[in-house]
């Protein structure tokens, strides 16, 4: 047995078909899992400026161009283990770096109230064995996280639940687009126009409070119905729903003190962003956006999409993250001006641009440690492959060592 990391659903019960200390193949993973653990496309190899080396000459190099910066950043950790995102943070504290990931523009505000306590949450293990009504709001889990909805909210028998998705469960989806997740909802999809999330909201909680709202009654007075009938409820936010409220969580907060039968759970993208939000707060009491100087934390905030705005950073360090496709082709010109350093397993576009490139064994298949699911629990990563990459720990701690 294995554990996916092609999510933060981090599945643990996947099979491996082994031959000759290859994959060929695997049971339970759905089609992205099965992908990820066969590996990748294309294999980072050492290099500096873009001709090949080894590892220890990109370690060098790495160090030297890190000991003349001024104002680094490292960035990523998402799809890391733990304990290369616990080396991550004492790098940072080292260098006077700041420290982020892909959070910062995505679900990261969420969590770091969740950290808080200031939203009620639970585990995946509560909505298998409780949860009677399900919301999909800005998040089509049936793409982004397949198994969700098979392993533990809406299909599977729970203690509670006995009688399954066909008469004790029901799920709803509210979203812009008719997604895979909303078909399975069926009647109980409610379409909202684009950038709708906060009306939508404000127009629930005036029904949720007995009054009619102006616009679509009918439904919104059945939805209300619906909800306040819960007896475990939970709210699945997506980043369709983060981006539209613009990270206002106060309307956010509003509704779901409303509703106490509900318990709110961020759909967590990469395997282990849970992971380097919970060692960023435990460390800081920020989940992300840290800069280190010598007295310690200086504050939080310095995202990456602003510092390559502003040109604050001199250096960048790219550990298991992609910024450079997934962030705007506007904001990525300052890259192509400071060294950048890439630790990943696979080829990547930030590698294609990178000074100076490190690869590491991918966690979970060549090498071991641990992850944090999207509801917090701590999953085991193992290595089931014999091969002679470093892991992204040893990596970072090696790098470290040479500065
Ligand atoms: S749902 Fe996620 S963790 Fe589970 S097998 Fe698919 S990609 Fe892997």
């Known amino acids: 047995m294995l554990t996916c990391t092609g999510c933060s659903l981090l599945c643990e019960d996947i099979e491996a078909i082994i031959e000759d200390n290859k994959i060929k193949g695997t049971k339970n993973a759905c089609r992205r899992g099965a992908a990820r653990i066969k590996g990748c496309a294309n294999r980072l190899v050492p290099s500096i400026d873009q001709k090949p080396s080894d590892v220890e000459s ?4 790495a160090a030297e161009l890190l000991r003349n910066a001024k104002s680094p950043m490292i960035f990523g950790f998402d799809n890391s283990s733990c304990e ?3 080396q991550g943070i004492q790098f940072a504290q080292k260098i006077h770096a700041v420290i982020d990931d892909t959070s910062s523009f995505c679900q990261g505000l969420l969590m770091e109230i969740i950290l808080q306590k200031k939203l009620k ?22 793409d982004s996280h397949p198994r969700h909805l098979s392993r533990f909210s809406y299909f599977p028998r729970g203690e509670s639940r006995q009688r399954g998705y066909e008469e004790d469960r029901l799920a709803i989806a509210i979203d812009v687009r008719e997604s895979n997740t909303a078909k399975i909802c069926k009647k109980h999809f409610y379409r909202i126009n684009p950038k709708g999330d906060r009306e939508f909201i404000l127009a629930l909680m005036e029904a949720l409070s007995g009054k009619a709202p102006v616009n679509d009654a009918k439904n919104m007075l059945e939805l209300a119905g619906v909800l306040k009938k819960a007896q475990f409820g939970a709210i699945f936010v997506g980043i369709g729903l983060m981006y539209s409220i613009k990270n206002d969580f106060e309307i956010l907060t509003k509704l779901a003190n409303m509703l106490p039968k509900f318990s709110i759970m ?24 840290v800069k280190f100087d010598e007295k310690g934390v200086q504050d939080n905030k310095y995202a990456l999409i602003e510092a390559l705005k502003n040109k604050s950073i001199d250096a960048l360090v790219v550990v298991g993250s992609d910024p450079v496709l997934s962030l705007p082709r506007s904001v990525l010109s300052h890259l192509s001006s400071i060294p950048v350093i890439c630790i990943d397993p696979c080829q990547t576009f930030t590698s294609k641009i990178s000074s100076v490139n490190i690869p590491c064994a991918a966690t979970g298949v060549e090498s071991a440690g641990s992850a ?10 193992k290595k089931i492959i014999e091969n002679n990459y470093r892991s992204d720990e040893d990596v970072i701690k090696q790098l470290m060592g040479a500065i």
């Open 58 to 61: 990109s370690i060098k190099k």
């Open 266 to 289: 961020p759909m967590v993208g990469h395997y282990n962003m849970r992971g380097l939000n919970e060692a960023l707060f435990k460390e800081t009491g920020y989940v992300n956006r």
């Open 84 to 86: 290369a995102q616990v």
């Open 372 to 381: 944090v699911r999207m509801d917090g629990k701590v999953i085991t990563l």
């Open 121 to 142: 949450t639970c585990s995946l293990d509560d909505i298998r064995n409780k949860a009677d009504v399900l919301v999909y709001w800005g998040s089509d889990a049936q």
